[in-house]
């Protein structure tokens, strides 16, 4: 019987949970690297029991681990992220320039085709590759490099590339996003990029225009039309029906635009999941519901998911990398809360269950699809 | 032979128990024990300094003989007691990094 993997990184570990097709009863096994934060880690596509975890402290820095049997034992892998060349500056936050500094991995993005293959997101933002299963990394500087890219500022959360999204119709297109850089596409393979950000209106920036600066926090497509994009913003939900070329507002009656997940269903390409948070000043649910909301037309027309999510004194977020579904027939979808909540669904987002409750603060949550 | 004890987060990382003991062709240096730790424990570069054989990392911190070394210079001499092994080296995460 086909079954389900959670992966769930956590300020303190990282945790496996596994069930059936049902979904209803869980095995939970953690913490592992217990201590260190767990900002992401992902299964690869063509071997389900390939994962890569980005493992990283305050004392100690970055890790990488790697597992070869589905989570339940781990290898350390490389862990130097050097910028190629002499890295320049960025800004800081009070516009001066600022040196390139690696602080940690925050997206493992494992090859579509390739088990050995696996795309790292960092902070300070840059792109970096292992051909080799993780033993050695090499950043692709030509995102780092692009002429605005002494111009980008770091977001609150610091200045990370937290999204990377593979095409898979079109080899060698992939997109990217950082905060507070903005969106941006690769038809090479990572060779070049260029910004797409048309359309996107951010209060704090006075050009309409503005090629870089909007604080983007995820993106996410359909890999059967993988032209269309969603987009969370710092505020408002966009979508893009070419290619991220240009965006347009589907916030519609939405509570509130803020947010960070955004995900699209297995099998219902229109059909896109945020959770609304109150504001950037309040990063919790509006009125202490915590309530997903669910589009079934591609934006502008959302309902809210409660059945089975606390509806009172809820004041907990869930951040950008923390949701994920299934691609079992009736899809499940997941996420990830500070307050160290796992939510399930296993009806597309009907009703939800926690399969644990009390964890560390949930950073990330990926899930796999078992054969 | 030097005597090394790591804090507990980089034991569990290399998979080490107890002290770890080292063979140190001498002089025996902050660097040349560090160099001689990473070697045997590969997993440990990067965690306590940064690659090769670069600064501490800021939140680490080394300790000896009742003494604060972190700010020692690398190829400084190790005291006596750490030279013969009376004394271990102390490889301590700072209460500041946690």
């Known amino acids: 019987m086909t079954g389900v993997r959670v992966l769930a990184g956590t300020r303190k570990g990282a945790f496996v949970l596994t069930s059936d097709g049902r979904r209803e009863r869980w095995e939970v096994s953690g913490p592992h690297f217990a201590g260190w934060e767990v900002y992401h880690l992902k299964g690869s596509p063509v071997d389900p029991d390939r994962l890569y975890a980005s493992q990283s402290s305050g004392w100690s820095g970055q890790v990488i681990q790697r597992s070869d049997d589905g989570g339940t034992t781990w290898q350390p892998m490389g862990n130097q992220f050097a910028y190629d060349g002499v890295p320049g500056t960025h800004q800081w936050y009070d516009g001066t320039p600022h040196p390139w500094e690696f602080a940690r991995v925050w997206h493992l993005e494992p090859s579509l085709d390739d088990p050995d293959t696996v795309w790292a997101g960092v902070e300070d933002a840059g792109l970096f590759r292992s051909a080799d299963g993780g033993r050695s990394w090499q950043e692709l500087p030509a995102l780092r490099g692009h002429d605005t890219g002494s111009s980008w500022q770091p977001g609150a959360g610091g200045m990370c590339l937290h999204t990377i999204l593979l095409d898979p119709s079109a080899p060698g297109r992939m997109f990217a996003a950082i905060s507070a850089a903005g969106a941006f596409r690769s038809d090479d393979a990572g060779q070049s990029w260029r910004p797409i950000n048309r359309g996107l209106q951010s209060e704090g920036i006075p050009d309409p225009d503005a090629e870089v600066g909007h604080c983007v926090h995820r993106i996410a497509m359909h890999p059967g039309r993988p032209q269309v994009l969603f987009m969370q913003k710092h505020w408002d939900v966009m979508r893009s029906d070419d290619g991220g070329e240009s965006w347009h507002e589907i916030s519609g009656n939405l509570p509130t635009d803020f947010g960070f997940p955004i995900d699209v269903h297995a099998h219902e390409p229109d059909t896109i999941y945020v959770v609304p948070i109150t504001s950037d000043a309040e990063h919790y649910p509006p009125e202490g519901k915590l309530r997903v909301y669910r589009s079934r037309t591609g934006g502008d027309d959302w309902e809210p998911l409660t059945k089975g999510l606390p509806q009172e004194h809820c004041y907990v977020n869930v951040l950008r990398d923390a949701m994920a579904v299934d691609s079992l027939d009736s899809c499940g979808v997941y996420f990830g809360t500070t307050g160290g909540q796992v939510y399930a669904s296993a009806d597309s987002g009907d009703s939800w269950a926690p399969i644990v409750r009390d964890l560390p603060a949930v950073l990330s949550v990926e899930v796999q699809t078992l054969p | ?98």
């Open chain 2, 1 to 98: 032979m030097i005597r090394v004890i790591l804090p507990s987060h980089l034991r569990a990382l290399a998979r080490i128990e107890g002290e770890v003991h080292l063979d140190v062709v001498p002089p025996v240096t902050q660097r040349s024990v560090l160099d001689e730790l990473e070697a045997r424990y590969p997993t440990l570069r990067g965690t306590i300094r940064a690659h090769g054989g670069g600064p501490r990392r800021p939140f680490m911190r080394f300790f000896a003989c009742e003494l604060d070394l972190s700010h020692e210079q690398p190829d400084a001499l190790l005291p006596k007691p750490v030279a013969d092994g009376t004394e271990p080296y102390l490889i301590v995460g700072a209460m500041a990094g946690g």
